[in-house]
């Protein structure tokens, strides 16, 4: 047989899916795993938007919708971006997509040319290498470090920024390591894409887990800043919806438009319940946010307590999102149980097979130094997995 594509034969599938599937198999099997593997609130949907949901199976007319999304949600997408983020804009900036994922995937395929650089912060979210990678473009990595609280800065920018460079990429909150970024830094960014040219794309899907800080939109400093850059949301983790995949886009009508037009022919409109759900989701009461908030924000609290008296690791308190990464290099070179640790890879390999604890190796985020945790889990296997991770570092030798 012929070959297959050689581009997309080479796209790495999503290690921290695959880690999270693994878990849940092993619990399938009756094996008590304590898993700190989730992207996603482990809580219920609000009933509000259930029942929206549900009430829109029983009227019928749930067709197909307009491709970049019912007139009505992007309208209900406005009027959150105007009270949220002090964003205006009109329904011709939205494009309504199959989550957040898909928003970026369009995204990159609106602006990137063969070659063009997309500039990403590391360690950085697992998907956007690779969909950077997909829309034939160069995923250029700037590091970030602890010391800087896992933010980039001017200097790391410019050193890194060329003739090619097309974009940068900002996420924050961040996935993996919790960052916010300072209004200040975000101005600096703002103004540095403006100086060289650059789009900024702006990934805010984390901005209502927000802890010490409040969450600015770099989109909102200036009409210059704005119109190069796109914002990215969704309802996956505000609303607990992951599954119900609605995301969306604010950006220039020309990039909305190339947006919509790819997506017309690759999946016609997102679903068209969760779409009308979705309207519910940002029309009605928000309080069921806070409440999320808080009790991520109190294990946040209890995990860096615990994980700052452990013996060999060291983490940085995270100011958003709900994963902390833990820095567990000391032991690579290391032995538990006749297995050898050299990287993040068979840490957490170990760790799931001596004390049933699922962890996201770093190396799936370019940071190999770390491991991640998500919070995203109830308190009571917070208590657990911690202790069996401490029980897991004591018989390292
Ligand atoms: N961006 C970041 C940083 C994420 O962590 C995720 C999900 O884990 C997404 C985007 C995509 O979210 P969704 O496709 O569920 O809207």
């Not at 806070?290 to 991520?296: I, S, V, Y």
């Not at 209890?302 to 000391?330: E, H, L, W």
């Amino acid at each position: 047989m012929k070959a297959l594509s050689e581009k997309n034969a080479g796209i790495a599938a999503s290690l921290t899916l695959a880690i999270s599937a693994k878990a849940k198999q092993l619990q399938a099997q009756g094996i008590d795993v304590v898993s700190f593997g989730a992207g996603e609130p482990d809580f219920n949907t609000p009933e509000n938007i259930r029942n929206a949901a549900i009430e829109r199976i029983n009227k019928g007319g749930n067709g197909y919708t307009p491709a970049s999304g019912l007139l009505e949600l992007k309208e209900a997408i406005c009027r959150k971006l105007a009270r949220d983020n002090g964003l205006e804009y009109t329904s011709k900036n939205i494009v309504v997509s199959n989550g957040a994922k898909h928003s970026l995937n369009n995204v990159l395929m609106a602006i990137c040319n063969p070659g063009d650089e997309v500039l990403i912060p590391g360690p950085y979210w697992v998907s956007y290498y690779e969909l950077v990678k997909l829309a034939d473009g160069e995923p250029v990595i700037v590091e970030t470090t602890a010391a800087n609280d896992f933010t980039v800065t001017i200097e790391t920018l410019n050193a890194a920024l060329t003739p090619k460079t097309k974009a940068i990429m900002i996420n924050s909150p961040n996935n993996p390591t919790g960052a916010v970024y300072s209004e200040a830094l975000l101005r600096q960014i703002g103004d540095f894409a403006v100086e060289n040219d650059l789009y900024i794309i702006s990934d805010e899907i984390y901005e209502k887990l927000i802890y010490d800080e409040k969450h600015v939109s770099v989109a909102s400093f200036s009409e210059a800043i704005k119109e190069r850059t796109i914002v990215v949301n969704g309802l996956s983790k505000a609303y607990a919806m992951t599954g119900w995949r609605i995301g969306y886009t604010a950006s220039n009508e020309a990039i909305a438009k190339i947006m919509s037009n790819i997506q017309s022919h690759a999946t016609s409109n997102p679903n068209t319940i969760a779409q009308y759900a979705g309207i519910e989701a940002l029309d009605g009461n928000q309080d069921t946010i806070e409440t999320m908030r808080r009790a991520f924000d109190e294990r946040r609290q209890y995990m860096v307590k615990t994980i700052a008296a452990m013996k060999g690791i060291t983490c940085v308190n995270p100011k958003g999102a709900f994963y902390v990464m833990m820095d567990v290099s000391s032991f690579y070179g290391k032995k538990v149980n006749n297995l050898h640790i050299e990287d993040s890879l068979s840490f957490a390999d170990a760790l799931l097979e001596t004390d049933r604890v699922a962890v996201i190796p770093g190396i799936a985020f370019g940071a190999d130094q770390y491991v991640r945790l998500s919070y995203a889990t109830s308190m009571d296997n917070i208590v657990e997995g911690l202790k069996r991770i401490e029980t897991f570092i004591g018989k390292i030798e």
